[in-house]
Each structure stands twice: as structure tokens, then as C-alpha cells.
Nanobody
Framework: HVQLAESGGGSVQAGDSLRLSCEGS?????????MAWFRQAPGKEREFVAL????????LYADSVKGRFTISKENAKNTVHLQMNVLKSEDAAVYYC???????????????WGQGTQVTVAS
């Protein structure tokens, strides 16, 4: 079955940009799947960030990142990206890539998760 691996995290200054990537291996991501990014800051619950429908590329964003973050996909590479611009201190978190069976922001609908990548933002 598909395994996910994130990369691209790091430490940046507020206002900088980062691009996260999530590569799926070990299987095919089916067209009905939703691929999403979630994040979890210290002491907080994991929250939805962005979502893309694998077949059509339709996207959905959390209000907190709308206009600053862009989710995209490369079907041939089984890869999803999250371009993060104008980063704020409140964006600092561990970012997780996840695969679900449908287009939804509900965490419980996602059954494959990556190990996470740390994003640190200095103000």
C-alpha cells in the first residue's frame, strides 16, 4: 500500500517562503483520493491546512492560510507540494501529508499519514 514521505521543512524568518513535498511510494494514488496537509503546533491539536483532489486538482484551504499557501500535485511522480509564502510565527508546526479516500478536510477520513516535517518560523 502507499506510504507517504514529507520533505522540505526547515527554519525560516517570518515573511519567508518554504516548499514542502510529499511523495507517495509503494502503490498508486487513486483518482478518487484526496491528498491533504495537516499541521500540529506544540500543545495544540492537529489541524487541517490544505487539500487537493487527486483526479481534478480541486483545492480547499483553511482560512488561516488562504492566499498564502498553495497546494499542487504531480500525478506522474505521486507527489503533492505545499508552497508556503509570507510565513508567520503561527505557521510553525509539524506538517503532515495524508491520503484519504475522498475530498474532505475531516482528519478521521485520512488513513495514510507521513512522518511529518518540522517548520520553524522566527519572528
Amino acid at each position: 500500500h502507499v506510504q507517504l514521505a514529507e520533505s522540505g521543512g526547515g527554519s525560516v524568518q517570518a515573511g519567508d517562503s518554504l516548499r514542502l513535498s510529499c511523495e507517495g511510494s509503494g502503490g498508486r494514488i487513486y483518482s478518487s483520493s484526496g491528498m491533504a496537509w495537516f499541521r500540529q503546533a506544540p500543545g495544540k491539536e492537529r489541524e487541517f491546512v490544505a487539500l487537493i483532489r487527486w483526479s481534478s486538482g480541486t483545492t480547499l484551504y483553511a482560512d488561516s492560510v488562504k492566499g498564502r499557501f498553495t497546494i499542487s500535485k504531480e500525478n506522474a511522480k505521486n507527489t503533492v507540494h505545499l508552497q508556503m509564502n509570507v510565513l508567520k510565527s503561527e505557521d510553525a508546526a509539524v506538517y503532515y501529508c495524508a491520503r484519504g479516500s475522498s475530498y474532505t478536510s475531516v482528519q478521521s477520513s485520512y488513513f495514510t499519514w507521513g512522518q511529518g516535517t518540522q517548520v520553524t518560523v522566527a519572528s
